[in-house]
């Protein structure tokens, strides 16, 4: 049995659920299931705590409460301390590939209960369609479930940019894949953390036209530009319209699969090459703005 250690004003500390939800989530769906002092008091125990945080994550991203605590409550317990990544990892491959959502569902749950956002997006979520990715083109995993994988996780990435608070007044970053690039996976890694980072962040997804990036870089001030290509032929379109890119604004950068095999290419068109890790790329960004005097003091 979990051993409670917590108080209830701990708890509402360490994760901004207030005690009257914990009450009703306890009278309502069975958890969390705290200890109990002689005087009365409840205690909460690692796996109670593991537990809230799953559920307030499920909520933040729009499931119904009662799904959320159905997946809680599948939880695997943890006796033994958290379970790594890496195991979730392996985990979650195992359950895409066999086209199991509501099992890839459990994974995750436990993994924002345990982790970072940040971790989860780049240790599990990436990581796990980088070896999706892999098993495709040695033939052991089919097209329609790497689409099948690649759709669900970018689904969960979709949820992470919208439940990141928007910053009205902070300074515009445009996220973008090149015309013609239908990969958006590490784009969209990249977007969720610029978000996260504090940037007012626009994402445009794949195929976005050069015109249309230039004009909404003006109409919002954008400070920054991040365009992504995956493909030669997605790089071969932004070289035939590189004159749309002249001045878009004070930073442009490209990333993407096509430009970690090729990073010279970035300055061929007018740009900087930004790292191939996300998260490297993100502190990369803020020192090339910083530089360019484009943040507001």
């Not at 690692?46 to 809680?72: F, N, T, Y």
């Not at 007044?169 to 784009?187: D, S, Y």
């Not at 626009?202 to 870089?217: I, K, Q, S």
């Not at 950068?253 to 490297?280: I, M, R, T």
């Amino acid at each position: 049995m979990a051993i409670g250690k917590y108080t209830v004003n701990e708890v509402e500390e360490r994760t901004k659920v207030g005690a009257s939800t914990l009450r009703q989530w306890e009278r309502r769906y069975g958890f969390p299931k705290p200890e109990r002092t002689e005087s009365g008091y409840r205690l909460y125990s690692d796996e109670d705590l593991r537990q809230i945080e799953a559920m307030k994550q499920h909520i933040a991203e729009g499931i119904p409460a009662s799904r959320a605590a159905e997946l809680v409550k599948n939880l695997t317990p943890t006796p033994s301390g958290p379970r790594s990544l890496a195991v979730l990892k392996h985990e979650l491959v195992e359950v895409l590939s066999k086209l199991d959502e509501v099992a890839a569902d459990r994974i995750l749950s436990e993994a924002h209960a345990l982790h970072t956002v940040e971790a989860v997006m780049l240790e599990l979520l990436q990581a796990s369609m980088i070896e999706i990715g892999h098993l495709w083109h040695d033939g052991k995993v089919s097209t329609a479930t790497e689409h099948f994988a690649s759709s669900y996780v970018q689904g969960r990435l979709r949820s992470l940019l919208s439940i990141t608070a928007h910053v009205r007044n902070a300074p515009a970053v445009i996220v973008a894949c090149a015309p013609g690039e239908q990969h958006e996976l590490g784009a969209l890694v990249l977007a969720v953390l610029l978000r996260r980072a504090g940037y007012r962040l626009y994402f445009l997804g794949a195929n976005t036209p050069l015109a249309d990036l230039r004009e909404l870089a003006r109409q919002v001030k954008a400070i920054g530009v991040m365009i992504s290509a995956s493909s030669s032929e997605a790089v071969q379109r932004l070289m035939a319209e590189r004159g749309q890119l002249i001045g878009i604004a004070p930073v442009l950068a490209f990333g993407g699969l096509a430009f970690n095999e090729h990073p010279e290419l970035a300055k061929v068109l007018g740009g900087v090459y930004l790292a191939a890790s996300a998260d490297q790329a993100v502190e990369q960004f803020h020192d090339l703005v910083q530089a360019q005097g484009a943040l507001r003091a």
